[in-house]
């Protein structure tokens, strides 16, 4: 049997040393460590924070922890093939991961206004659908990070619903491999739009009820409001995007910006926060900007089950295989795409060298990554307790940080 | 503003810094030269008209061993203008260094400690260079064309 790990005290200082040392700090400070196992850093997310009493002097970020070679794969791996991987990113919102990344690619191919409207709407259902879901974790996660469970329980209930109505159209619940480069794996199962529609049905006044019970609840204000407060200039330094950057007051959603796939036919808008509760860009504005857009995603689900039900109706000749090209060879480019992800802009670098089907360089901008790298400027001179509800504001998926 | 436009302005001001274009590429190309990266994004950045006030990405490349360079991708975006503009840098492969552009953008902070963990770029002038994605104690640059991981890694078999 092959040795497994052979332990030596040295390993931990050596593999993952602390930035600070006991030299540099002042009379009072200490280091505390917190992860990577924590249950409120969601996920492998280790942070080395320098308090000084309760206050904090400045926090350092380690990661790595799921770091899974994404860019080193998808040097290896034809276009096509890289899709499961890029689930595997942003986990909670694989749907939208997936569309971002089978764009870039049918740009780059140029088979972009070849696409059927129909597949195009499905797209956007599905990618709203999981935007929802993604949201929904963030929120009630949120909520139980700060000591409320019951949330949490309702949301994980209606999320359990939209995971189901995803594995029922490509048979599995969180990481899909659905959409493909140039339409979809299948088309939808016969029955799902009324289904659908059943289901926003019941969301819609579950929204409601769950507004009222965690967002507008006091004890959640009084732990939100005015904590972990992000100016809109130190957020576009930071390339913030997605909720963070609307909470901080800015209108900037690339589906109105960009207008890609069918996002200029839907009516929605882009809700940003006011500092209601605080201050414009504390984790209240942020929260709320999340539970918004909830509202907002349902909106285009409702015009894209019409669509789908009218205009776009189900034929016995659709087929949504038509455009996937057998061959996906690029010609020789550097491309960026981007989209909006429930978290942010998701950005991939390509480079196509023109003669494989392989990219020669894929980069993925993660949102989450960008997202985590402004948490010791807005944390600083808070209270130890608060940095629990300034990391969950985030919304991280470690997945999508480490890649 | 267009691409034209852009690169007009631009090389006013830097008539040596550029040594060529790419419009190929989307969004489209400038390439620049790798010492003057910092001046050039410092001016983008502060320019009335151009005001590139976010960095979407920075990407690092290894273009192997045959044309010994290593490239580095900016992509800059103009939130209030909605104007796109890519700029790209060669530096040697053997020693790649070039000026860090932390000091512009905070965006590129973790982006290049990122670009110096996986390809081993060094970045002057930034605050932190430290890796970030793999341990302190990993050997190589994993997304160079040429890397070989190590055997063990603390007694545990790398290659499974």
Known sequence: MAVQYQYHPDHLTKSEPLKYTSDELKVGEMILNIGPQHPSTHGVLR?????????????????????????????????????????????????????????????????????????????????????????????????????????????????????????????????????????????????????????????????????????????????????????????????????????????????????YSVYPELEFNVPIGEGKMGE???????????????????????????????????????????????????????????????????????RADGRSEIPFRCKARACSFVNLSVLPEISRGHLLADLIAIVGSLDLVMGEVDR | MTFEDIKALLSDQFPDFITGEDPESTPAALLVKSDRIRTICQWLRDHEQLHFDMLSCLTGIDNGEDTNTMELVYNLYSIPFDHHLMLKTQVDRNKPHLPSVTSVWQTANWHEREAFDLLGIKF??????????????????PLRKDYKHQEYYHGVKVEY
């Open chain 1, 47 to 259: 942070l080395e924070v320098i308090t000084d009493g309760e206050v904090i002097r400045d926090v350092v970020s380690h990661m790595g922890y799921l770091h899974r070679c994404f860019e080193k794969h998808a040097e290896a791996l034809p276009y096509n093939q890289i899709i499961p991987y890029v689930d595997r990113m942003d986990y909670m919102a694989a749907m939208n991961s997936e569309h971002a990344y089978a764009m870039g690619v049918e740009r780059m191919l140029g088979i972009s206004d070849k696409i059927p409207k129909r597949v195009e709407y499905i797209r956007v259902l599905v990618a709203e659908l999981n935007r929802i879901a993604s949201h929904f974790v963030a929120i009630g996660t949120y909520g139980l990070d700060i000591g409320a469970v019951t949330p949490f329980l309702w949301m994980m209930r209606d999320r359990e619903h939209l995971m189901r109505l995803l594995e029922w159209v490509c048979g599995a619940r969180m990481l899909y491999n659905y959409i493909w480069i140039g339409g979809l794996f299948y088309d939808l199962p016969v029955g799902f739009e009324e289904r659908c529609t059943d289901f926003i049905n019941y969301l819609k006044p579950k929204l409601t009820h769950l507004e009222n019970l965690l967002i507008s609840n006091k004890i959640f204000i009084d732990r939100t409001a005015k904590v972990g407060t992000l100016d809109l200039d130190l957020a576009i330094n930071y390339g913030i995007t997605g909720p963070m950057l609307r909470g901080s007051g800015l209108r900037f959603d690339l589906r109105k910006v960009d207008g």
């Open chain 2, 124 to 141: 002057s002038g930034h605050p932190d260079l430290r890796r970030i994605l793999l341990p302190d104690d990993w050997e190589g640059h």
């Open chain 1, 280 to 350: 414009v860009g504390d984790c209240w504005d942020r929260t709320w900007v999340r539970m918004q857009e909830c509202h907002e995603s349902v909106k285009i689900i409702e015009q894209c089950l019409r669509q789908l039900s009218s205009d776009h109706k189900r034929t016995r000749s659709f087929d949504p295989r038509e455009v996937v090209p057998k061959k996906i060879r690029p010609k020789a480019q550097d491309f960026y795409v981007r989209a909006e992800n429930p978290k942010g802009e998701l950005g991939y670098f390509f």
